[in-house]
């Protein structure tokens, strides 16, 4: 180690501090083009917020410290995550196609490197694929097709049209009352086994409907309801954006069969199809 030298008593001098591992950048994601634009107080925690550009290429980003977004706040964290989606929304609107990165995506700086050299670095290395990218995307958005019935009232409407249970209610009619709760549980199950019959019915004949207007569908999982509500589909659709009225107008005919309910969601960058930057 290099020593330095007052009154003739070596003094060891401090080890020397990276050059740029103070400084760092955090990625929104990068848009389709090589346009310098700033976001005024629009990034996480009212950051400045601005593009850095190689080839056809822009990465959105603002200057941070190289540490990570932590905080035990729950309220925190998620205004945070709300502020990197807003802006990756705000950029998508700017650059019509992006590629969005995952919420604390940092490039940091080093002893031999800035970030933005290692940014764009990395630009140069990843161009091709993320050019690939790009276009699998372009011209294209994310929408999110819920589709939910009412229990009771397909219940209802089975027991009042299907054969079988018009039969089943005839029969317990003329059955003395003992015999009321074994026809009550022949009931349940039929009713239970033509419910699982209906339900998947119902998500082929919707799926089929919806997917001429998609470029891809993800079938994600269904969520919990409360009451008798219940989640018959949970899609993320990739659509053509002049194709979005088309699909809206097709759902509006599936919400007017009796029972059903559906929930259409976005336009939002195609988060669900592609792996994040």
């Not at 400084?23 to 925690?45: K, S, T």
């Not at 919806?210 to 589909?233: C, F, H, S, V, W």
Request: glycine share 6%; proline share 6%.
């Amino acid at each position: 180690m290099a020593s330095i030298y007052a009154d003739d008593n070596p003094v060891e001098a401090p080890p020397a501090r990276p050059k740029f591992a103070a400084e760092a950048l955090y990625l929104y994601c990068v848009g389709d083009g090589a346009v310098e634009v700033r976001f005024d107080n629009a990034g996480i925690e009212g950051n400045p917020v601005y593009t850095i550009s190689y080839k056809d290429l822009s990465a959105v980003v603002h200057k941070c410290p190289p540490e990570p977004y932590q905080s035990k706040d729950e309220d925190t964290v998620k205004g945070w995550v709300i502020a990197h989606q807003n802006m990756v929304n705000t950029a998508w609107e700017k650059f019509g196609t992006v590629l969005p990165s995952s919420f604390d995506t940092i490039i940091k700086g080093s002893e031999a490197a800035s970030s933005e050299e290692n940014l764009r670095k990395w630009l140069e290395e990843n161009y091709p694929k993320l050019r690939e990218r790009l276009e699998r995307v372009k011209g294209k958005a994310e929408v999110g097709v819920q589709i939910f019935w009412d229990r009771k009232a397909i219940v209802q409407n089975l027991i009042e049209t299907g054969e079988e249970f018009k039969r089943l209610n005839e029969e317990m009619r003329e059955k003395p009352p003992g015999m009321a709760y074994f026809y009550k549980q022949k009931m349940e199950r039929a009713l239970r086994s033509e419910l699982e019959a209906k339900a998947d019915e119902f998500f082929k004949e919707f799926y089929g409907r919806i997917k001429p207007y998609a470029d891809d569908i993800r079938i994600e999982k269904t969520k919990r309801m409360e009451g008798d509500k219940q989640m018959l589909l949970n899609l993320s659709v990739l659509i053509q954006k002049d194709k979005i009225k088309e699909l809206g107008e097709e759902l509006a005919k599936i919400r007017e069969i009796e029972g059903i309910e559906v929930r259409f969601t976005g336009p939002w960058p195609p988060y669900s199809f592609v792996a994040s930057v």
